[in-house]
């Protein structure tokens, strides 16, 4: 188990470096520069400000800068914000933008399992239909359509919940049922399907024949082997939630890493673009691993590691 | 050897455990009513082994798993009959009150072991918590319970093996571990729905012989469906012949083996290859079963048999006891039919 944990933490590491190394190029190859709307400047000025942030340097140096930045995990300022450090932007929004995409995870697997669970026990009757026509609904409607509507409806029309920005418990519904109803579809067609053909396994047959509850065949027996699709789901599900909250956080005004992410492209701010990119796909890196292990817990069959004896 | 089939035989008594009655199972699909099982009918003694045999689709599975109260309803129906256990009528029994018997006085052991366990539990789990839930006892007692059950069906090191997963256990170990989960509550009937079937040979053996011995050891009664007639020969005391969803003919396993009356049953017997007979080709019974959607009013059995008569093809034959364990349902033991020659006989 160690041995595999570690192999998979080298992995990781390779991972990022190289997307670290392509949001380089890639950031250097897109034309202009992070001073190019500033009209009042000088060349003196920018000569002086380039030669702060190093961009004089030869494009090889400045990658050597880059990566030590991520070795150390210092980015600099920023420079739109001078005032402020990318680490400084990543510490406030990042923890608002977690806590959406974890609200909006949760409530999608419970929401989803419940409702996929649920619907594949009374299949083809009217919970299954209601379910199932919910979840094509909530597939086919983009969240942000979903998350103007609900603004529109419910804060705006009738007054119960604020539009927008994210101060209390009460703020977070609206973006998080708009996030959340897309995944939510989702896992619960995944777990239905595959909750159908579990219950006609033999060993949930055999769970019938030793007269245990119907409670326990479905919890003990039956979700367990059901809940393999929707883990593996689980972690390119987490990129695509996570991605999302850059739309809702717009939308709702919410003070997350979306809106960093998003202008400092469009500003050509450098460091940040570096930072909040390097720091996502190590989050994201960090998660498919966790759904790995998890996966490991779920299903015994499947091997993290070798052991003696085993073929 | 000798003295083992004595002790066997002596133990089955006249207590009936089961009684079958007039049993008719269908299933509702979009095609129509399927009659999957058009009035079965038989007893079952206790410490006997009566074994079903029949082609797929006539009917086997579903009457063990009628009894075992596994028929989904929907899609599935009683329509008609009783089966009483000990007494009691199990089609009368509310689901909760069936849970009660389901697994501690009736169990049932899977064709296939591959597909019996759950490949995401432990074999201790899935050993002790039948005998958790129903007999109310604790985790130690339990597990101690579950170490004698898999040294009875003869798994080494039960202590270790009880933290393994399904994956970890060869087909066969598999069996023996369905079969200790199915004694382990002290059934008194037992129904194995092909248990060999999907097992090698050589495996199939050593699963028949644990037939027997806990057979001897427990004194419990044993459907057994199967369409291998090595393994009835083997272990069965009374065999039942089923066709399209009824029994055809049911005797003593000499009474069937020696002296087989139904057309079918005897077709059964000589399709079954033969090493003592060198270039013989099989002789498989032509023709397919019954369409069950609309079952033929007469003998279903009558297109596909040499002997058929007019009177075949409209009335399902009265049944016949040639003995008192002999009973066929067939035209050819009217007296009016006429007497079939000798040299078609199996013997």
């Not at chain 1, 923890?95 to 026990?121: D, R, W, Y």
């Not at chain 1, 998350?147 to 609206?174: D, K, Y």
Request: proline content about 6%; hydrophobic content about 45%.
């Amino acid at each position: 188990m160690a041995k595999y944990i570690i192999k998979r933490f080298l992995m990781m590491i390779a991972t990022i470096l190289i997307i670290a190394t392509l949001t380089f190029a890639l950031m250097h190859t897109i034309p202009g520069s992070p001073f190019d709307d500033e009209r009042t400047s000088n060349p003196t000025i920018q000569a002086n400000l380039e030669k702060f942030y190093k961009l004089d340097e030869p494009m090889h140096i400045q990658y050597l800068y880059y990566l030590k930045s991520i070795v150390t995990f210092d980015f600099g300022p920023s420079i739109k914000k001078p005032n402020e450090s990318v680490n400084e932007l990543l510490a406030r929004g990042f923890p608002i933008s977690f806590e959406l995409g974890m609200v909006t995870i949760l409530v999608a697997l419970l929401s989803g399992v419940t409702l996929g669970t649920f619907a594949a026990l009374r299949h083809n009757g009217i919970i299954d239909y209601t379910a199932m026509t919910f979840a094509v609904v909530g597939i086919s409607v983009p969240n942000f359509v979903l998350a103007t509507l609900l603004i529109q409806q419910i804060a705006v029309n009738l007054e119960w919940l604020p539009p927008a920005t994210w101060s209390s418990p009460l703020h977070m519904i609206l973006p998080t049922l708009a996030l959340a109803t897309g995944p939510t579809a989702i896992i619960a067609r995944l777990t239905r399907s595959s909750m159908l053909e579990v219950l006609t396994q033999d060993y949930i047959k055999m769970a019938r024949a030793k007269g245990l509850s119907p409670v326990r065949i479905v919890v003990r027996h039956a979700l367990r082997n059901a809940l393999m699709p929707v883990v593996t789901i689980m972690g390119t599900m987490l990129a695509g939630i996570l991605t999302g909250t850059f739309v809702i956080e717009r939308i709702f005004a919410i003070p997350g890493m979306g809106k960093y992410f998003v202008e400092s492209i469009n500003n050509r701010d450098y460091p940040v673009i570096m930072g909040s990119t390097v720091f996502y796909s190590a989050f994201l890196v960090f998660m498919l691993f966790l759904v790995d292990i998890v996966y490991g817990f779920l299903d015994p069959r499947i091997k993290l590691h070798r052991k003696e004896g085993d073929a | 050897m000798n003295e083992r089939k004595k002790k066997e035989k002596k133990m089955i008594s006249d207590e009936k455990v089961l009684q079958v009655n007039n049993l008719q199972v269908s299933f509702r699909t979009y095609g129509g009513e399927v009659e999957a099982v058009r009035g079965v009918d038989f007893d079952l003694y206790k410490g006997e082994t009566l074994a079903i045999v029949g082609e797929s689709g006539c009917g086997k599975s579903v009457t063990s798993n009628a009894i075992m109260g596994l028929i989904p309803q929907p899609p599935g129906i009683i329509k008609n009959g009783h089966i009483l256990f000990k007494g009691k009528d199990l089609t009368k029994l509310t689901k909760g009150e069936l849970r009660k018997i389901q697994g501690v006085d009736i169990s049932m052991i899977f064709q296939d072991p591959m597909t019996a366990l759950n490949p995401t539990l432990t074999i201790g789990e899935q050993l002790t918590e039948g005998l958790r839930t129903h007999k109310k006892i604790g985790k130690q007692e339990a597990k101690k319970r579950a170490i004698d059950m898999l040294k009875l069906v003869g798994i080494p090191n039960p202590e270790e093996r009880l933290k393994q997963f399904p994956h970890q256990f060869s087909g066969g170990m598999r069996q023996r571990i369905v079969i200790a989960i199915a004694l382990i509550c002290d059934p008194e009937l037992l129904i194995a729905d092909e248990p060999t079937t999907a097992l090698d040979v050589t495996i199939q053996a050593q699963i028949l012989e644990l037939f027997e011995e806990i057979q001897r050891k427990k004194k419990i009664s044993i459907i057994l469906i199967t369409h291998d007639l090595g393994v009835v020969a083997k272990i069965a005391d009374r065999i039942a012949v089923m066709y399209a969803g009824k029994i055809v003919e049911i005797g003593n396993k000499r009474e069937i083996f020696y002296t087989p009356e139904h057309p079918y049953t005897r077709g059964l017997l000589n399709s079954v290859p033969r090493l003592d007979l060198e270039d013989e080709e099989l002789q498989p019974i032509e023709g397919t079963p019954p369409d069950l959607f609309s079952p033929p009013k007469g003998c279903p059995f009558t297109a596909r048999c040499d002997y058929a008569m007019e009177v075949c093809d409209h009335v399902y034959p009265f049944t016949n006891k040639l003995s008192e364990a002999h009973r066929v349902d067939c035209w050819l033991q009217d007296e009016r039919a006429k007497v079939i020659k000798n040299s078609d006989r199996v013997g």
